[in-house]
T-cell receptor, first 116, second 114 residues
Framework: NAGVTQTPKFRVLKTGQSMTLLCAQD?????MYWYRQDPGMGLRLIHY???????AKGEVPDGYNVSRLKKQNFLLGLESAAPSQTSVYFC???????????????FGPGTRLTVL | AQTVTQSQPEMSVQEAETVTLSCTYD???????LFWYKQPPSRQMILVIR??????QNATENRFSVNFQKAAKSFSLKISDSQLGDAAMYFC???????????FGKGTMLLVSP
């Protein structure tokens, strides 16, 4: 049971390049999330998904796209990377028991992305 | 929109001492959940403790306990008998009942000295 995994762990891009971050979970969770973490800003929600084939915008969605073609995978895409997207990206997943405090989010190890 | 405020960017404590990290939040909802996450240098996010707003009793997990003041919208974390391994960034987070998404505070860096 690997939990939540993220690929890659580190990446350096040049401005204008594109890339996709992969998140995978083996806990059969319905919900998945992408966050970015910047110094002094905490974690901010980029996009999330409440089930296979669904996506929704979070607090800071501009410049990112996501897809949830399979329940266990949630992809985050940067079509044209910008230096402002330099950050640490976290994926998380959870069950769908939103009225239950035990429905906590499980986080992946993070991806450090640098855009030059 | 809900907001979570951690007013202490950094706190210091000596081993074996007690430290309290502050968190306040703003919401118009009556039912919600609050969490404290720990992020050590490894970057892994680790759930420390959770609190349901409808419960008056403060949550406790071993050396970690919270002081939940619903009327004041305050949710502080107390760490007793601090250990070197407690050194980390601590995030307070809010989730409304019926919602899955978390709103995080900006974090408090806890330094622990021998």
């Amino acid at each position: 049971n690997a939990g939540v995994t993220q690929t890659p762990k580190f990446r350096v891009l040049k401005t204008g390049q594109s890339m996709t971050l992969l998140c995978a979970q083996d806990m059969n969770h319905e919900y998945m999330y992408w966050y970015r973490q910047d110094p002094g800003m905490g974690l901010r929600l980029i996009h999330y998904s409440v089930g296979e084939g669904t996506t929704a915008k979070g607090e800071v969605p501009d410049g990112y796209n996501v897809s949830r073609l399979k329940k266990q995978n949630f992809l985050l895409g940067l079509e044209s990377a910008a230096p402002s997207q330099t950050s640490v990206y976290f994926c998380a997943s959870s069950y769908s028991r939103t009225s239950d405090s035990t429905d906590t989010q499980y986080f992946g190890p993070g991806t450090r992305l640098t855009v030059l | 929109a809900q907001t979570v405020t951690q007013s202490q960017p950094e706190m210091s404590v000596q081993e074996a001492e007690t430290v309290t990290l502050s968190c306040t939040y703003d919401t118009s909802e009556s039912d919600y959940y609050l969490f404290w996450y720990k992020q050590p240098p490894s970057r892994q996010m680790i759930l420390v403790i959770r609190q349901e707003a409808y419960k008056q009793q403060n949550a406790t997990e071993n050396r970690f306990s919270v002081n939940f003041q619903k009327a004041a919208k305050s949710f502080s974390l107390k760490i007793s008998d601090s250990q070197l391994g407690d050194a980390a960034m601590y995030f307070c987070a809010y989730r409304g009942s019926g919602y899955s998404t978390l709103t995080f505070g900006k974090g408090t860096m806890l330094l622990v000295s021998p």
